[in-house]
């Protein structure tokens, strides 16, 4: 499907999930380790090409709870970039505050290949109270099939944004994942991200991010990148992940996706 976004929107438009790294830097045992540098000027470049504007920097899981590059970036371009942090579950509101002041968000878990229960993080009270008062959300990204699970531990007021479609076992509407999103977003705001078709481990990701548009509305969707791609190098193209977002819904849509979702999440507050 052709598109024709003007440019206004275009240069209006959001990524929201992207990541920057120094090859060889990240904490002690973690499970990845990248062998390549990846600036933020190559983010641009591919962005720009893109049509795309602006973008909200996402923690890299192999980092930690080390925010200290994400907030350089975030400082050095305070129009153009927000943040998604990882903290630990005692993280203090003073910590949280202060990362609100560079442009932080909302935090992330990354329980993509760990087990799903978190007591540590359902304990988290205080960490909750000051994520609402800060008007943040929590990021989540699980395998396959284990996002109902993670959901039910944590505080049913948690805004919250799903990675990577969510990763449903099937792209059905009474798949235990889609029907456990959508009961909790009959309450409480959930958007999901349309990105990372790399990720569903066949899946088709079109009849998925129909099936998330008819259940949530236009509304609770969300666009990102995923660059540069982690492991995934090879397979995927930002331009062509982008135009796929054109193949999956109608171009109003897409312009909301792009522009009015990102707005109000990110740069509302």
Avoid: C
């Avoid at 949280?96 to 968000?105: E, I, P, S």
């Avoid at 666009?223 to 992940?241: C, I, K, M, Q, V």
């Amino acid at each position: 499907m052709a598109h024709t976004l003007s440019k206004p929107a275009l240069s209006r438009a959001v990524d929201t999930h992207f990541h920057v790294f120094d090859a060889g830097v990240a904490v002690a045992g973690a499970r990845y380790v990248p062998g390549y540098d990846a600036p933020l000027a190559q983010w641009r470049e591919a962005a720009g090409a893109a049509g795309i504007g602006r973008g909200v920097l996402v923690q890299t899981s192999f980092l930690g709870t080390d925010n200290a590059r994400l907030l350089r970036e975030l400082d050095a371009h305070p129009d153009l970039l927000r943040g998604v942090a990882v903290v630990a579950p005692g993280a203090g509101a003073a910590l949280l505050q202060d990362l609100h002041r560079h442009g932080v968000r909302g935090i992330r878990l990354n329980l993509a290949g760990r087990p799903t229960g978190i007591p540590e993080w359902a304990a988290a009270s205080g960490l909750w109270d000051t994520l609402g008062a800060l008007g943040w959300h929590v990021e989540l990204h699980t395998d396959v099939g284990a996002l109902p699970p993670v959901m039910a531990q944590l505080p049913a007021h948690l805004p919250l944004v799903i990675d990577h479609m969510g990763k449903p076992d099937q792209a059905r509407l009474h798949d235990p994942t889609v029907a456990a999103v959508a009961r909790r977003a009959a309450t409480r705001p959930v958007w999901i991200k349309l990105s990372g078709p790399y990720r569903l481990q066949g899946r088709d990701p079109a009849a998925l991010a129909r099936l998330w548009q008819g259940e949530l509305g236009d509304g609770a969707l969300l666009w990102g990148s995923d660059w540069p791609f982690t492991n995934h190098e090879h397979e995927a193209r930002y331009g062509a992940l982008h135009r796929a977002l054109f193949d999956w819904v109608d171009e109003p849509a897409a312009t909301r996706i792009l522009t009015g979702n990102p707005d109000a999440l990110y740069w509302a507050a």
